[in-house]
Nanobody
Framework: QVQLVESGGGLVQAGGSLRLSCAAS????????MGWFRQAPGKEREFVAT????????YYADSVKGRSTISRGNPKNTVYLQMNSLKPEDTAVYYC?????????????????WGQGTQVTVSS
């Protein structure tokens, strides 16, 4: 089992950047595919990005592609989401998740463990 804690959210102006961190405890996150999701008020949780166990493969939602980078960090029990050129529509609670499955799943049901989320607010 793994416990996930997100950090790095906050209030930023449109066009700004944030780096979200996901720190894991328990079993190493190297054993899991990792992903980021977000949920805006009144909307369903949506996929943002995922990274393979090796860190060599990534996949992004079209809404963030070219503006965001998911990576496995050092220490290795950390996963990051670097977000640039932020837009007001990026405002949401961002969740880190871990999946035992291989591949690059984009469906939330494929993920087994979730953090509590970190709020990102982008002002116009």
């Amino acid at each position: 089992q793994v416990q996930l804690v997100e950090s790095g959210g906050g209030l930023v102006q449109a066009g700004g950047s944030l780096r979200l961190s996901c720190a894991a405890s328990g079993r190493t996150v190297m054993a899991y595919t990792m992903g980021w999701f977000r949920q805006a008020p009144g909307k369903e949780r949506e996929f943002v990005a995922t990274v393979s166990r090796s860190g060599e493969s990534t996949y992004y939602a079209d809404s963030v592609k070219g503006r965001s980078t998911i990576s496995r960090g050092n220490p290795k029990n950390t996963v990051y989401l670097q977000m640039n050129s932020l837009k007001p529509e990026d405002t949401a609670v961002y969740y880190c998740a871990a999946a035992r499955t291989v591949g690059l799943p984009t469906n939330a049901v494929a993920y087994d463990y979730w953090g509590q989320g970190t709020q990102v607010t982008v002002s116009s």
